[in-house]
C-alpha cells in the first residue's frame, strides 16, 4: 500500500536550523542525526508537511532561558514567569525566521512548498511535495497593532499562536507547570479580542494551544472559526498546564475543531521527561481524544525540533512506528487516514474558507 503522509501540527526546525548551539549546522536537505526533521527523514517517515513555527525565543540578556528556568517541584515541575519579549526584538528575529522558510522553498528545487490554502495543501500532498504552513508562536512580532497582520498574511502566514508561553499585548500564555491547571492567570486583552477578529477577517487559524484557560474561553466565545489546540494533549491524563482540560475539549468537538497530539514526553507523562517513553503512553492520549472528540478530530502536533520525544519515535523518521502502535490498539486503515491528515486537511479548509 502507499505511505499515507502525516501532516503535523508543529514544528521548531526553523528554529532549530537558524540557532547554531541547536542546529550545529546541519542542513534540511542532508540526513541528520541532530536535531528531528530534515528533508530526508521526513520522506523516510511518510511525513506530508506541517505548521513550521516561527517561534521567538527571550534575548539572553534578559535572563531567562527554557533550560534554566525549569525548577524540579517535589511531584513535579515549575518554570519562572517568562519575561515579556520587546516586540521590536521579536519583530527582527521571526523575520529571519520567515526568510528562513523561504530559502528553504527556494533550495528545496520544489521539494518544498509554502501553502496558503487547503487546495495547495491537498496538491502538495498528492504529488509528495512537503507542504509548510508559515505558523507564528506568539503574536509578540506585530507589535500591539493587530492590523499587522495582514503584512504578514500577504507575506503567506496562516497561522498564529497568539502566545507563547508567556504574556503579550494580547493575552497571557501558561507557565509550564506541572501539575497545574491552565487556569494560570487574565484572559485577552481588549487589543487581543481584535487580534482574533483580525485572524477571522483574513482567515488566519487561532491557535489555542499555549494560552492559558480564561484566553481560551474568551476565543471560543468571539471566534467565527474552528477551535485548534496546535500541539497539545489530555490534562486529564497528564496534569501540565499546557494540556487541555475536558471542557475544553468538549468546546473544541462542538466547534468541529482539532487537536494535535503533542509527542513531548512532559506533556505525555507527569513523572519527569525521560525519552524512554513507551509509545501506549501516546496512545493513551489518542484513544481519549477520540473518544471525547471524535475520530474527525483528531490529528498529530509532534513539537518535532522543540522538544523531547519517546525514543521510539526518535525522530520524524520514526513516525511509522506510532502508525504500527495505532494499529495494534486497533486503529484501522479509514482511522489512521483522518489521524494522518484529513482532519488537518478538513479543518483547515473550514478555517481558510479557500
Ligand atoms: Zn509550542
Known sequence: MDQVSVFDGHNDTLLNLHLPERGEGRSFFEWSDLGHIDLPRARKGGLGGGFFACYTPNPEDDGWNEESALRVTENGYEAAEVPRLDPEYARGFADELVDGLYRLQEESAGSLRIVRSASELEECLRERVLAAILHFEGAENLGPYPHALENYYEAGLRSL????????????????????????????????????????RLGVLADLSHINEKGFWDVAGLTEAPLVATHSNVHALCHASRNLTDRQLNAIRDSDGIVGVNFAVTFLRGDGESEDTPLETAVRHVDYLVERVGIDRVGFGSDFDGAKVPAKIGDVSGLPNLLTALRAAGYDDAAWGKLAHENWVKVLRATWQE
Open 161 to 200: 499562536g497568539i502566545v507563547w508561553s508567556r504574556p503579550n499585548a494580547y493575552a497571557d500564555g501558561v507557565p509550564f507547570t506541572f501539575p497545574s491547571s491552565p487556569d494560570t492567570g487574565p484572559g485577552l486583552t481588549d487589543v487581543g479580542r481584535e487580534l482574533v477578529r483580525e485572524c477571522n
